[in-house]
């Protein structure tokens, strides 16, 4: 089983859509979780942190829930900058585990 | 304030031949981080370095090697090119071992 899991993707969505991104990962022992968004051909940057008790900045809400190992993102209305790669990360002591990412393309 | 600065951006080698990656860390920040970006994959970590140490380490052979220097810039080194390192190599600093890690925009090496 890999460390961080997530949908395959892509999703294709029209503007205003609301889209959920669904991530798994199998270390219990994993400390702080984040999704991070990544351009074509340029570097992560992260987007936000995932918290126990849920988390919401604008359009984005992030929840964790530690008993199933399980991570997810939601976007509403999607805009079309919103477009890109979307990585479920999970830290350990002081590394990153990256899953694969799941593409977003949203269209007008 | 500039952040963390990679270099060469792209740069293209052949099989059995050996690179070196440099890494200029943000202001500030102590520790840096190296990781390997396959076509369609997340990615994935090489190595941290933290006051010259080698602290942690992924799951890659001998030939991935790294060092970092004083003024905590870094490099990453890689022996005996094969196909298969082709790949986006990100270097990312933090303020410390547990701290967030900032991204540079990678070198894209290509091995033929």
């Known amino acids: 089983r890999k460390e961080v899991e997530q949908d395959p993707g892509p999703f294709n969505v029209p503007e205003g859509a609301t889209v959920a991104f669904n991530c798994t990962y199998s270390?219990?022992?994993?400390?702080?979780f984040f999704w991070y968004r990544q351009d074509c051909r340029k570097e992560p940057k992260l987007l936000m942190s995932?918290?126990?008790s849920g988390n919401e900045d604008g359009r984005f809400t992030a929840q964790l829930n530690r008993a199933s190992q399980y991570i997810s993102l939601l976007i509403r209305d999607s805009k079309l900058s919103d477009s890109a790669t979307y990585l479920c990360?999970?830290?350990?002591?002081?590394?990153?585990?990256f899953g694969k990412g799941t593409m977003l393309l949203v269209s007008p | 304030d500039a952040g963390v600065t990679q270099s060469p951006t792209h740069l293209i080698k052949t099989r059995g031949q050996q690179v070196t990656l440099r890494c200029s860390p943000k202001?500030?920040?102590?520790?840096v981080s190296w990781y390997q970006q396959a076509l369609g994959q997340g990615p994935q970590f090489i190595f941290q370095?933290?006051?010259?140490?080698?602290?942690q380490r992924g799951n890659f052979p001998d030939r991935f090697s790294g060092h970092q220097f004083p003024n905590y810039s870094s490099e990453l080194n890689v022996n005996a090119l094969l196909l298969g390192d082709s790949a986006l190599y990100l270097c990312?600093?933090?303020?410390?071992?547990?701290?967030?890690?900032?991204f540079g925009e990678g070198s894209r090496l290509t091995v033929l």
């Open positions: 990312a600093s933090s303020p410390a071992e547990n701290g967030e890690l900032f």
């Open positions: 270390n219990s022992a994993s400390q702080s």
């Open positions: 995932v918290y126990s």
């Open positions: 990360v999970v830290k350990g002591y002081s590394t990153l585990t």
């Open positions: 202001s500030g920040h102590d520790t």
């Open positions: 370095y933290y006051e010259e140490e080698e602290r």
